[in-house]
């Protein structure tokens, strides 16, 4: 999108006419424009379905404060679309899209999983496979003449990281991608057909893989201090248990939630760095920096964009009185570049200090595995730079082209030594 930042008569405009669900097509490769129209001039934007579209940060942070008020349970939202589907089934328990006393079950027993000490376990494992990955793209480059930052080295990371936490053995883990974009893809603003077929397809054959890993894990337990998968079926010492469903379902919200997300924000650093053009390796020389470059990144380019909520009741946000059962979309792209936030928020400041962003939401649903993001992200991006400082893009990089999740499909690059 290229209007002027100062044309205020076309950003009055957008903001008026804004609707979630008939973006124009520059909307997908640069929403930000868009966003700092609606915060200039329709901050709480009623949507034409009903619902109302923030974009503010001290908007986004007065609903994460609430969760009383702003619900995060989908059944209704879902229903029109999904049905009875197994798509419903799937996102209607994971614990991110319910509220207490449902939500803090599961998140007690995922929080725990994902503990820093059990995360510590990850470490030497996430190193030597980036390692591993930088090596076989070090050959790949030099039998083809350039590689694909998203295929060979992003998206190769969580997939395996989050397999080794859940125990899934090596030889199954091929059909995760697929399947965990397929069943995130079903989240988009508008819900075509085919995603949704997609994505239905995707839960049954996720489910029935599981089903068999389970019960495999269930007659061979391993250590509940090591194994997450263990610990999520025998559950608390004398306490909460989670039903064959919510087990289930949040295991493969485990495995999405961490996926594309993470695949993200690698890619979207890479891009960035890139951009940047300074003395890259310099960023990662120590582990303050490193911190600084991650949450940079996770502000500028927040690898989830979009967050939803339903009011329980009539509620003021700021001065808008918003009835109750209204859908709220939270636009935590926008709220992290809100220049009433940020300093220079349209700018890239690698070492930029007290960044506390949104990319990880806030209140009770604040990312429970943002502690292993940081840290893969830390991880690839470090050895990533350190390997190959004088990495140039071979082509402009693809966008996935969605609108909840912010990244590129493919970033083809040459690895210049
Ligand atoms: C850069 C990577 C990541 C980003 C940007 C991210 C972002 C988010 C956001 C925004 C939410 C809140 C959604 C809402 O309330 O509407 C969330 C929830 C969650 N995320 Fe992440 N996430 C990332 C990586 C991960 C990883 C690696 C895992 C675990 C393996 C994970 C597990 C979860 C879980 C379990 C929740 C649900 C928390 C709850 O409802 O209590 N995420 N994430």
Redesign the pocket.
């Known amino acids: 999108m290229d209007y002027p930042q100062d044309n205020s008569a076309l950003q009055r405009q957008f903001a008026e006419q804004f609707d979630l669900k008939r973006l124009p097509s520059d909307f997908f490769v640069n929403p930000y424009p868009y966003y700092e129209a609606l915060i200039k001039y329709a901050p709480i934007k009623k949507l034409p379905d009903g619902g109302y579209f923030l974009t503010r940060y001290k908007d986004l942070d007065f609903v ?1 404060r609430h969760p009383e008020v702003f619900s ?1 349970d989908k059944r209704v939202l879902f229903k029109p679309n999904m049905g009875d589907s197994l798509l419903y089934e799937h996102h209607t328990h ?5 509220d207490p006393p449902l ?1 803090t079950r ?2 007690k027993l ?2 725990a999983a ?1 503990s820093p000490k059990a995360i510590q376990l990850l470490e030497p494992g996430l190193k030597v496979l980036v390692n591993q990955l930088l090596d076989s793209m070090s050959l790949k480059y030099k039998e083809v003449g350039y590689v694909d930052l998203i295929s060979d080295f992003a998206s190769a990371i ?1 997939v395996e ?2 397999g080794n ?1 859940l125990g899934v053995p090596q030889q199954d883990r091929g059909p995760l991608r697929e399947w965990s974009l397929s069943i995130l893809g079903a989240l988009e603003p508008v819900l075509t057909e085919e995603s949704f077929n997609r994505g239905n397809q995707s839960v049954a054959e996720f489910v029935a893989y599981l089903k068999i890993l389970v019960a495999d894990r269930r007659a061979n337990p391993g250590d509940p201090g090591k194994d997450v998968l263990t610990r999520l079926i025998q559950g608390e010492e004398n306490g909460e248990r989670l039903s064959e469903l919510e087990l289930l379902h ?1 295991c493969i ?3 999405n ?3 594309e ?2 695949t ?2 690698i890619g979207n650093g890479i891009v960035l760095l890139i951009d940047q053009g300074q003395e890259i390796q310099k960023l990662f020389e120590n582990p303050d920096t490193t911190k600084s470059v991650v949450e940079e990144i ?1 502000r500028f380019e ?3 964009q979009l ?3 339903i009011t329980t009741r009539e509620v003021m946000i700021d001065d808008v009185l918003v009835p109750a059962h209204t859908q709220i979309t ?1 636009c ?1 792209g926008a709220a992290n570049r809100d220049p009433d936030k940020f300093d220079r928020h349209n700018e890239f400041d690698a070492l930029r200090s007290n960044n506390r962003h ?13 502690g ?3 840290l ?2 830390e991880i690839a991006l470090g050895a990533f730079f350190n390997r190959f400082p004088k990495v140039k893009l071979l082509e402009q990089p693809k966008l996935t082209g969605r609108v909840r999740f912010r990244g590129y499909s493919s970033i083809k690059a040459v690895l210049v030594s």
Not at 362 to 367: F, P
């Open positions: 994460y995060s994971s614990l991110v899209f319910n939500h599961v998140r995922i929080g994902l969580p990281i989050i936490l949040n919200f485990l495995l939630a961490g996926h997300t993470t993200n924000l996770l927040s690898s989830n967050g939803n909520r939270l935590m949104l990319a990880f939401a806030g209140g009770i649903h604040t990312c429970a595995g943002m292993l993001a940081r893969e992200g």
